[in-house]
Every structure is written in C-alpha cells, then in structure tokens.
C-alpha cells in the first residue's frame, strides 16, 4: 500500500498553504477589525483583495468542474476550474480549515460550493448562465434552504415546504432555517428544496428549485446565533417562503428529484467539511503546544505534566487516523464513486468533529481562563465545529448507517422480530 502522495497532490496543496502563510495569515487582524466595524452585515473588503490575489496565481475554484464522472445535464457551459479530484482538494480544504475566513478567498466556502456543483451537473444552460457563471467568478454568494424548524430534517422525506405548479410558474410556501449565507448582502439565490407531490413515492416527493432572494414572499425572520456567534456577514438565517412566485424554468432537473439531487450533492460536502475540520484540529494542537511549552504552573512547564504528555499524543494520533480515514473516504469516491464510498463517507462524518471537539477542548483547557475567551479563536472553533456533529446529517444517522452494515454481515444469524 502507498501512502505517498503524488506531485499534482503536492503541488496544489503546498501552494495553498503558502498562500495561506504570506496573504491570509497576516491579514486577520485586519479581517476582524473589518467585521467589527459599522454595519457587520456587509461583505469584508479585505476578503475582495485577497480573493483577486488568490486568482491571479490560479488558486480559484479549484473543486470545479467537479470530478464525479458524472456527465453534466447540460456540458455546453464552459468556464476555467483546476478541477482537483476529491483527493486533491481534500488536502487544500484541511489547509484552508485552519483559517476560518480562508475558503471563500479560493472561491471555495460553503454553500457555494455544493450550489455549483449542483448548477453544474444539473442545471440548464440558461440556469448556469445566470447563476452559475457569477458564483464561479465569485460576484454572488448563494444559499440552500433545506432544513426546517418544524420537522426532523435529516431526513429529508420529512420536509414540508410546498412547491406548486401553476401555469408557467411555482408557488413555494415553508419555512427553513439555519440557511447559511443568507446575511451576506452578495447572497442573491438560494437552492429551495421542497415537495412537488407528497402523493409520490417517498423519495420521489421532493424538488429543487432556484429562488432568487429578492422575490416577493421570501423574508429572512431573524439570523441565528451558534452558541452566540452570530457568524457576521455569513450568517445563518431562518427564511419565510410566503406565496413566493417564481418561473417554472427554475425547477432543477425535474419535479422529484430533490433527493437525487440531495444525495449527490452532500458526499463530496461532506469530505470538504471533514477535511477543514482536520485543519482546524492542526491549528488547535499548535496552539495547544505553544502554551504547554511556555506556560509554567506549580514550578514546573505545563508540557512536562504527565497529563498533557499523555493528551497532547493522543490528538497527534487521533488527527493522523482520521486523516488517513478521510483521504481513504476521498480516494474511494475518485475510483468508484460517491455510492460505493458512502460507508467511509459516514464513518469520517462521525469521526472528524468528534476527534476535533476533543482537542479543540484540550487547547483551550490549557489555556486556561485565556481558552474560553475570544483571545485565541478556540472557543469559536469549538461552537463551530459543534455544528458539524448535526450539518450534512447527525451522528445518529451515520452510526446508523455504519452499524446496519455491520449487522448485514451476519444476516444469517438474525433473529426473527416477534
């Protein structure tokens, strides 16, 4: 078995990491002072400079055109993306997770990312012209607006919002919630999934349809914190949909296709959000060791407490497996697809917030009060990172999927229910 990455690997993720170090680094404090300042919910004009650095040395969408072997409904659309397979964008999401603000400054931040990738496979041509197009440019941002307050949504067959035919157009009525990216003035469309025919088939009930966010009807409530971060410009918004009109051209790919579409586009998100976790636990064990090595308690530095010698090796084992996990889960779907990879894509959804949460906790335990200030970015790191044991389905869910797999191996020995 080798373990040895390749020079396409390489390339693109030592690239990614120096312009990490030399342009978005530095910049932070001037990011954070940008977002403090005056209305917090406008676009961050260092994130505007940096992006144009950011193209200029072709570090730009580099997840795009997405590599699935899936042919696009439509392929008369062309556009210039490095088309990274899911392998090699793997390793550039874990440098970019080290950095909160780093993905959108490569085009790369979610949900955009999942939104393009669905434009691309699905959309029509008329579609990506209008909407694709600006997001690859990086002129818009966009939404998805799935999840509802009033229903279990990670399954997806519960959701309740309706979209309905009448004449050339449809009428949606529901509402979502946490819609991230809707507090950004620049997120002009969302991605609205809801049912076309609740007397369908269970998965053949839902639709996707494009709602552009200025049509009449659709109303942001309220933006929702996360452990009291309210995540300013991104946000993450709880939406209205009341009578809200649109053409019936913005249907994606076809009335009950929703789940389809839903499946496709969440294995590849999953990866992504899996990997920058892993840079976020990296950026945690450095500063976790910075502190132990500096920091004296009781006459003695904290680095030589059999304690932190003890837990500082264990989040060092625990990111190189789950590394490991995760670039395997990414290599399988390159080989043989997303559907063959869908075990490895649970196991590494359950597996990274975990062992990131663990020591994400341990850092800020060494820093002490200093921990669960905004001094060193751990607190937030956390309540982000806490998200992503519910984002793209809960834990619940993978383990349920993980254990039936194992329980189908001894199909034999099953007992009968009484």
């Known amino acids: 078995m080798d373990f040895t990455l390749g020079q396409r690997e390489t390339h693109f993720q030592d690239r990614v990491r120096d312009f990490i170090a030399r342009e978005i680094r530095p910049r932070t404090p001037q990011y954070r002072a940008q977002v403090a300042q005056g209305d917090r919910w406008q676009h961050v004009p260092v994130i505007e400079e940096v992006k144009s650095l950011a193209k200029a040395e072709r570090l730009w969408n580099l997840f795009m055109p997405p590599h699935s072997g899936q042919p696009p409904v439509d392929d008369s659309f062309r556009f210039e993306g490095e088309q990274l397979t899911n392998l090699e964008y793997a390793l550039c999401a874990e440098e970019m997770g080290r950095i909160e603000w780093a993905p959108e400054c490569f085009n790369c ?13 699905y959309g029509t041509l008329a579609q990506k012209e209008q909407w694709l197009r600006p997001l690859m440019h990086g002129e818009i941002r966009s939404a998805f607006l799935m999840t509802e307050p009033a229903v279990a949504s990670s399954d997806a067959t519960n959701v309740e919002t309706r979209i309905e035919r009448d004449g050339d157009e449809y009428v949606i009525n529901g509402r979502k919630w946490w819609s991230s990216g809707t507090g950004d003035p ?5 991605i609205v999934m809801g049912k076309t025919d609740p007397e ?6 839902q639709s996707m349809i494009l709602v552009p966010l200025d049509t009449p009807g659709v109303t942001i409530e309220r933006m929702l914190p996360v452990f009291g971060y309210d995540h300013a410009p991104h946000g993450h918004g709880e939406v209205s949909l009341t009578d809200v009109r649109v053409p019936a051209d913005n249907i994606l790919l076809g009335e009950g296709r929703g ?20 840079g976020a636990a990296e950026e945690a064990i450095d500063a976790m060791g910075r502190r132990l090595v500096s920091r004296i308690a009781f006459r003695k530095r904290l680095s030589d407490q059999s304690i932190w ?3 500082i090796a264990r989040a060092r084992i625990d990111i190189e497996m789950t590394r490991l996990l995760c670039l395997k889960a990414a290599d399988m779907m390159d080989k043989a697809g997303n559907k063959a990879a869908h075990l490895e894509i649970s196991m590494i959804k359950v597996q990274a917030p975990g062992m990131a949460l663990s020591i994400i906790d341990d850092a800020i335990q060494a820093h002490g009060g200093a921990g669960v200030s905004d001094d060193f970015d751990l607190a ?11 984002a793209d389905g809960p834990d619940e869910v993978h383990n349920r999927t993980i254990a039936r797999h194992e329980f189908a191996r001894h199909a034999e020995h099953m007992a009968e229910r009484p």
């Not at 931040?109 to 496979?121: F, I, K, Q, Y």
């Not at 620049?186 to 969302?190: G, L």
């Not at 369908?200 to 009930?205: D, V």
């Open 109 to 121: 931040s979610a949900p955009d990312t999942g939104n393009m990738e669905v434009l691309h496979r």
């Open 186 to 190: 620049r997120c002009k469309v969302a």
């Open 200 to 205: 369908a088939s269970r998965h053949a009930q």
């Open 259 to 278: 789940f389809e579409i839903a499946q496709g586009r969440l294995g590849p998100g999953r990866i992504h959000h899996c990997m920058r976790t892993i």
């Open 309 to 311: 010698e003890q837990r």
């Open 380 to 390: 937030a790191a956390w309540a982000n990172i806490r998200t992503l044991r519910l």
